[in-house]
């Protein structure tokens, strides 16, 4: 078995992981209020499993290189993407024109991938979730862990 750990970069951080069964096993977010707890939380969120294989972190800047200084000595394989990565495949053109409509638009595809892919069954509350839900879905789908993942869509 092999786990994706997708990742919402920020001090409010989204976090989703997915197994390769393409289930997708947890997600939350967390705000860590600055950027020197986020460095100092990096090590735990890496231990949550035993066995990460992939992660894929959205986002750049100062938060990424946080996140790459404590990423050299394991081995996971990292891929870093921007929004418009995902978004490109995930959201249809018109739901993605506006940041804060295709925010709003990854709260709503991110319960449909609850729904189809998750025991747990509770609602997203925030954007940054609901983006690390829809970056690991993307991840997965990429990694061919989905079949059919347009399907899970609409």
Not at 102 to 119: D, G, M, N, P, R
Not at 124 to 142: H, M, Q, S, Y
Request: aromatic share 10%; no cysteine; net charge positive.
């Amino acid at each position: 078995m092999e786990f994706l750990l997708s990742v919402d970069l920020g001090v409010k951080t989204g976090l989703a992981m997915f197994n390769s069964e393409g289930r997708l096993l947890w997600y939350r977010s967390q705000n860590f209020g600055n950027k020197v707890r986020l460095k100092k939380a990096i090590p735990w969120i890496l231990n949550i499993e035993e066995d990460i294989h992939y992660l894929i972190i959205e986002g750049g800047g100062s938060i990424r290189k946080i996140w790459d200084s404590h990423l050299d000595k394991r081995n996971i394989e990292v891929i870093h993407i921007m929004a418009e990565d995902w978004r490109q495949e995930i959201l249809l053109e018109r739901e993605r024109r506006k940041g804060k409509q295709a925010k709003e638009k990854a709260i709503f595809y991110a319960e449909k991938v609850i729904q189809k892919l998750s025991h747990k069954k509770t609602q997203v509350l925030n954007d940054n979730t609901a983006e690390a839900i829809l970056i690991g879905f993307w991840g997965a789908a990429k990694l061919g862990w989905l079949n059919n993942p347009g399907t899970i869509l609409r």
